[in-house]
């Protein structure tokens, strides 16, 4: 189990958040003409783009840095080794908790069907392509990712960009369907109280230990809440919790943070306190889950 660290000071300064509205998703609508697009911004931390939706899919993948997409029922926070899939019609936000290189790829589904192959049989019923979900970016997706034309509607790529663009769009749609999903979203409540209490775990997981802690934060009892994780979430606090911290040591290894001072800083009294936590996570030691981060 985790120590409890030593509280933060109340005087500490929280920077003020920048917030944006969506990054022109309608200059680069995907069509059955060109079903795959993708678009380029580089935001600094705590960026935070305002919550919206598309009409198509979406992989949002970071090149640099780290973000933290949130939507209605859970929150995901990746770094360049992992990207997020938004279907169609989800509601969502992107938080920046490290200067990030954001490369959005928007994919168009036909009707019916949700999914990466839209054209393929596998994807009519869509499955767990109809959920937001964290998956593992290969070697050549992320080349694949960073070949695509970038240019907004308006601009279009000259004519041997856009035959490269035809190229490349089948291949990666292709990668995306093969990538592996990763155990790393953060399931968010309905009840507004619970849910003000998991955010505040979010921004600041070590800030309290004990469910007794936080539930006096948000003015109510330690059973109540209890009671509220179950019944909304299907889960206990501490089993919720353990996934923020897995959320938050994956983030600082992607800045090559070694695991002595992650496990210390999550508030773990030893690594191996810290190590046993990620195996009943992910059922794979940190060195093995954390090799690509």
């Known amino acids: 189990m985790p120590r409890r660290p030593s509280p933060p000071p109340k005087a500490r300064a929280t920077p003020a958040a920048t917030r944006v509205g969506p990054l022109t998703p309608h200059l680069f609508t995907p069509t059955a003409e060109r ?18 939706s598309h009409a198509w899919a979406q992989l949002a993948w970071s090149a640099t840095g780290v973000m933290r997409l949130t939507a209605a029922r859970g929150t995901y926070l990746v770094p360049p080794s992992r990207a997020v899939w938004v279907p ?5 936000a992107i938080t920046v908790v490290e200067t990030a290189e954001l490369r959005t790829l928007y994919l168009h589904q036909r009707p019916g069907r949700c999914g990466p192959g839209c054209g393929a049989r596998a994807d009519a019923a869509g499955g767990d392509w109809r959920h937001c979900r964290v998956l593992e970016v290969s070697e050549l997706l992320r080349a694949l990712l960073l070949a695509l034309p970038t240019a907004p509607d308006g601009e279009p790529p000259g004519a041997d960009a856009l035959a490269r663009e ?3 769009a089948p291949l990666l749609a292709d990668e995306l369907k093969r990538a592996a999903p990763v155990p790393l979203g953060v399931a968010l409540p309905q009840d507004k109280r619970l849910r003000t209490l998991c955010e505040a775990v979010l921004d600041d997981p070590t800030r309290h230990d004990t469910l007794a802690d936080w539930s006096r934060d948000v003015g109510a009892s330690e ?5 509220l994780f179950r019944q909304d979430l299907g889960t206990s606090f501490v089993q919720w919790r353990q996934q923020v911290l ?17 496990a210390s800083e ?11 936590m990620v195996r009943r996570s992910v059922g794979a030691p940190p060195s093995r889950f954390f090799a690509s981060a």
């Not at 079903?35 to 919206?52: F, G, I, M, Q």
């Not at 169609?88 to 969502?92: A, N, Q």
């Open 266 to 276: 999550l508030g773990y009294a030893s690594p191996s306190a810290f190590s046993a």
């Open 166 to 168: 035809k190229l490349i």
């Open 35 to 52: 079903p795959l697009r993708a678009k380029r911004h580089t935001l600094a931390t705590d960026s935070r783009v305002e919550p919206h």
């Open 223 to 227: 059973r109540t809440v209890a009671r």
């Open 88 to 92: 169609p019609g989800v509601e969502h």
């Open 246 to 262: 897995l959320a938050r040591a994956l983030s600082l290894a992607a800045r090559g943070t070694p695991m002595g001072q992650i």
